[in-house]
């Protein structure tokens, strides 16, 4: 396994800022998710996506705001031209696989009810991104566990499962049991939890142990993406801090 981490740790910095960040403390990828202190999208400069592009770190994933569940087909279409909108903009930097979301459930209606169309919305918007670049769908939100998330994603081609692995543990699924109904996973993310408060690595209170465990006993030799949410929980420390802390835990992991 490789470890990258998500540039949700470095709100405010710069493509440069990151990259430089990742070299000095040894990742060999990052997940982008913001640069230069916004969140990155369709319209983003092509000019980030070019300093994106030769920043000379490996993209991990670009990862995309594209909910698929939803109560109308125009907001499914919205979602499905978000996805290949980014997936154009993967091709650009280099990446083989972008993120997007099953998302809450829409008030008023069931997963039974919905099921059927957010596949088809999803297996349209796959055929619609170019050969080269598979869509991953996170276990998050009303998608966490990994037989819910395995509704939406079985029997499609180049569609699979970005499995994060607080969300699974969180709501009390063992990782054996996620990687059972989802198969091996297209990226792993990685962070812990005490309670509803994100911690460091290791200092929380799931078995990240397991997870990896698990991982390695399904075969799985893709990338572990650290996810420091600093963007989202500014309370947090500061990604000069959290991130050799966390490349050394999973690296302990890995050993």
Known sequence: MRIGFSSLACPGWTVEQIADTARRFGYEGIEWRLADGELLGPRTPDEVWERIASCGVEAVCLDTSAVF????????????????????????????????????????????????????????????????????????????????????????????????????????????????????????????????????????ELDLEEAIDVLVGAGYDGWVSVEWEKLWHPELDEADVALPKAIDFVRGLLR
């Open 69 to 204: 569940v939803q109560a109308d087909e125009e907001a499914r279409r919205k979602a499905r031209r978000h996805t290949a909108a980014m997936a154009e903009r993967a091709l650009q930097i280099g990446v083989p696989c972008i993120r997007v979301f099953g998302g809450a459930m829409p008030a008023g209606h069931t997963r039974e009810a919905l099921l059927e169309s957010t596949r088809r919305a999803l297996a349209e918007a796959v055929y619609e991104v170019p050969a080269g670049v598979d869509v991953l769908v996170e276990t998050h939100d009303a998608w966490c566990r990994g037989p819910e998330v395995a509704q939406l994603v079985r029997g499609i081609d180049r569609l699979g499962v970005l499995w994060d692995i607080a969300h699974t543990m969180r709501i009390g699924e063992a990782p054996a049991d996620t990687i059972r109904h989802t198969g091996v996973p297209g990226l792993v993310h990685i962070k812990d939890t005490a309670g509803e408060a994100l911690t460091h690595l290791g200092e929380g």
